[in-house]
């Protein structure tokens, strides 16, 4: 493993054990009966939920942050292992599926509340089920914010902007339905101070910088999918005063070589993965084309080495997206360009 994959692991178990060591609290406890709009619905508890289940590995790890694994009698859509420091809480849970979990599935776990990652997962043209098919057996759905906000996008539109905000709400609106809104601050405190810390760390750039964010490729030898203005990518350049290359309302657009070659990026930010779904998914296969392509091997940030490795989970909305930030600011001091 490079400098750059072990730098990662490490600090995702410092992130862990810092989310750890937050004790309970005493918050505000919740009034029942509330309610909530999520997702432009309406949702009522009259008590906390006792039986739920989490479909998207962001949404179980959120429980997990909360300590609610308790409460989990299942969970299902995991891209890779659990956020190091709670991997006993994860035992505890049962898998309904690794990946896409079926509508009988979780109904056979029983559960009183169903929080999803994905509207397409659980939505409108869901691969599991709709919401309505829940709501019929009086089985609420929690969607997390940002996949409402994300994709709410209507043609021509203005790309909707990410904010760590979203992530926020999400941690608070789960605590509060469970009761425990003051471990819910207690996170949240935690990772806005992470937040913080890797702004102020790059107080200004020693020139203007740009660049570009490679998550995969269906062919390497094709036009790669990067990130365009919309989402978390975007989110984290904005935050350290770098200048996006792409410049598609998409959120991850394919855009071909000649033309990112052309906008010659100060940074490439190279997705890395577990998936094998595409050619473009492995990293070593991403560096090694960058290396030896005639058009992608010419531009300045590959001549002068100035790639950043990253996991892909840090380009999502995710409890994650703090650690792309660190990363991203990392690289920014490694190569010079920050003061």
Known sequence: MNKAGVFVSVA??????????????????????????NCGR??????????????????????YLLGLEDKLVGSALWIGPVLEGFEEADARVPRIAELDPSFEGILATKPDFVAT?????????????????????????????????LKGRKAGDEPPTFSMGLIYQEI?????????????????????????????????????????????SAKLKGDPYVAGKGGVPAYLMSELGIANVVASNEEWPTVGWETIAKADPTLIVAGDMTRRRFEGDDL???????????V????????????????????????????????????????????
């Open 117 to 149: 990652q994905f509207q397409w997962q659980i939505g409108p043209e869901g691969v599991v089920a709709s919401v309505e098919q829940f709501e019929e057996l009086g089985i609420p759905v929690y969607t997390a914010p940002a996949d409402c906000h």
């Open 296 to 339: 992608a091997s010419n531009m300045d940030a590959v001549r002068q080495g100035r790639i950043v490795e990253m996991k892909v989970q840090f380009m999502d909305p995710t409890i994650r997206t703090i650690r792309g930030l660190e990363i991203l600011a990392d690289g920014l001091e490694r190569f010079g360009l920050a003061r």
């Open 12 to 37: 995702l178990a410092a992130s862990a054990t810092f989310f750890c060591s937050a004790s309970a609290g005493a918050g505000q406890e919740t009034r029942y009966p509330f309610s909530i709009e």
């Open 284 to 294: 070593a296969a991403k560096l090694d084309f960058l290396k030896n392509d005639p």
């Open 172 to 216: 608070e609106e789960v605590a509060r339905i469970f009761n425990v809104s003051g471990r819910g601050a207690e996170v949240i405190a935690a990772m806005k101070a992470r937040e913080q810390a890797a702004k102020a760390r790059i107080a200004a750039l020693t020139k203007d910088v740009s660049a570009v964010f490679w998550y995969s």
């Open 42 to 63: 309406t949702l009522t508890f009259d008590k906390a939920p006792s039986r739920a289940v989490a479909d998207g590995q962001n949404s179980a790890e959120i429980f």
